[in-house]
Structure formats: C-alpha cells, structure tokens
C-alpha cells in the first residue's frame, strides 16, 4: 500500500497545517477574537455579534472544533465555547516558529 501525502511530513508540520486550515475563513477569524476578547465562554452571543446565520456560525464552531482550537461544554441546551489552551499554545510556539525561521537572505531579488 502506498504511503499517505501526510505520512511523508512530520507530525508537527501535520498539526500545524490542520490548524492552520481551520483558521483559514474570515468568518472563524471573526469567532477566534470574539471568543478570545469575551475573556469567558460565549455561545449565542456570536450570531447578534457578527451579524452570520446561526446555522452559518454553528459550522464553523464544528470547523474550529473538529480541529481542536477551541472546545465546548453544554449548558442547558446551548454549549459554550473557549479557546483550547494546549493547542492554541502549540499554534502559537509552532506558528513562531515557522515565521521565525525566516532569514532575510541577501542575494535575494
């Protein structure tokens, strides 16, 4: 059996890019600094906040779960939501330090 294209990249690189894909929509941008600046769980405080659909913000809350950047707990018949703080910080070390990397290279045109 062949090997996988994500068997030949590192676990790291896998994470990251599984992350990163996950943030890759305005609109879950838009959710991650309204979680993060709420500084609490928030829940159906989304819709009235950024002006989507229910059903628009419920699927990218499944998006940004599924990739483990943010979890839930229910309350009541709602779930509210906060940012997952082992991967956000794994996002943010790796994340640094991919960007990091970079060296101005100066034969570069």
């Not at 590192?10 to 990163?20: F, P, R």
């Not at 990739?67 to 794994?90: D, F, H, K, R």
Request: aromatic letters at 4%.
């Amino acid at each position: 059996m062949g090997v996988t294209r994500t068997d030949i990249f590192s676990e790291e690189q896998n994470k990251l890019a599984v992350l990163l894909k996950a943030m890759a929509h305005p609109a879950r941008i838009a959710i991650l600094q309204e979680i993060m600046s709420s500084e609490s769980c928030i829940n159906s405080d989304l819709v009235s906040e950024l002006g989507l659909a229910q059903a628009t913000i419920s699927q990218h809350l499944k998006e940004l779960k599924n990739a483990g950047l943010i979890q839930g707990t229910v309350e009541g018949v709602s779930v509210c939501y906060c940012i997952q703080p082992e991967n956000w910080q794994l996002l943010c070390k790796q994340l640094g330090h991919f960007l990091n990397a970079y060296q101005v290279a100066k034969d570069c045109k």
